[in-house]
């Protein structure tokens, strides 16, 4: 079984699902709410996990109710919390998301314990693959970048500025078509492999600038877009560590990001390996 160490956040998705989103300023009604764990390390692990991976989750949350609900779903997915951190000075982070009936979707995100997940909390096993992405402090992601021995997957969502030693060292950089347009020709010092997502229109995978694939998504009901980037990510450096080849990895991960928006919340819509391979 592959054996995956995520490094990244968790926070408690509250989501509103309207006919619409808002413009600025404007108030739209009628919604109806929901709770759901999310952040997005969790819903890597628990995506890669619910594809078949052996999952490890370094992460912090807070001393609080919230806690609880935000893990819920990952300790029974099977995701090993050992390394959860629960932290005194921060509250558990939480996701404000709305979501209209087409599946678009606003968030905003009260990052709380994610804050405080430092380098020093980093005891990272060994493992087949590191994932992570940038909702925790851009030092902790430097730290498990030259720490880690094995396949190191950076997710740069959301776009902030990182280490370039970071793209140096990742074999799999994941971005979508707007944070590669963020990130521009920085880029350029990724030495591995980048993914880049165009949502319905599929995505593309490459390596000095040549690509190696490119695959569009399996058609689908779209009812909510909130962890489609999130299960790519985690599907497609799980399918390449198993030594997919870069074409059939590419595959799967679109099958799995679209399998994922198929339902309500982030790790509710998560698919199994099953799921996916009757997309494909």
């Known amino acids: ?47 890669a996990a619910r594809l078949g991976a052996d999952v490890c989750l370094l992460a912090c949350v807070g001393k609080d109710a919230a806690a609880g609900e935000a893990l819920a779903m990952l300790r029974a997915g099977g995701v090993d919390l050992a390394a959860c951190i629960a932290v005194d000075e921060f509250a558990t982070g939480v996701a404000l998301i709305s979501v209209a009936k087409s599946g678009e979707n606003q968030i905003v995100v009260a990052p709380g ?21 940038l909702e925790v402090p851009t030092e902790t992601i430097s730290y498990a970048a030259k720490t880690f021995a094995g396949f190191f997957c950076v997710n740069l969502a959301p776009a902030r500025r990182v280490d370039v030693t970071v793209l140096q060292r990742a074999d799999l950089v994941v971005v979508n078509e707007t944070e590669a347009a963020w990130y521009g020709d920085s880029l350029a010092a990724c030495n591995g492999m980048i993914a880049t997502t165009y949502g319905a229109a599929g995505a593309v995978l490459q390596k000095n600038g040549e690509d190696l694939a490119r695959a569009r998504p399996p058609r689908v009901q779209v009812v909510d877009t909130t962890a489609a980037g999130d299960t790519f990510t985690a599907a497609l450096a799980v399918a390449l560590v198993e030594g997919q080849s870069p074409q059939d990895a590419l595959n799967f991960a679109c099958a799995a990001g679209a399998a994922a928006t198929t339902k309500v919340g982030a790790q509710p819509s998560l698919p199994t390996r099953d799921e996916v391979m009757q997309l494909l």
Request: some cysteine.
């Open 1 to 47: 079984m592959t054996s995956i160490v995520v490094v990244g956040s968790v926070n408690l998705d509250i989501v509103a699902t309207a006919d619409r989103l808002p413009a600025p300023g404007e108030t739209v009604t009628g919604a109806e709410l929901g709770r759901y764990p999310g952040g997005k390390g969790a819903n890597q692990a628990l995506a």
């Open 113 to 133: 314990a994610n804050r405080a997940l430092m380098p020093e909390h980093l005891a990272i096993p060994a493992a087949d693959a590191l994932i992570c992405q």
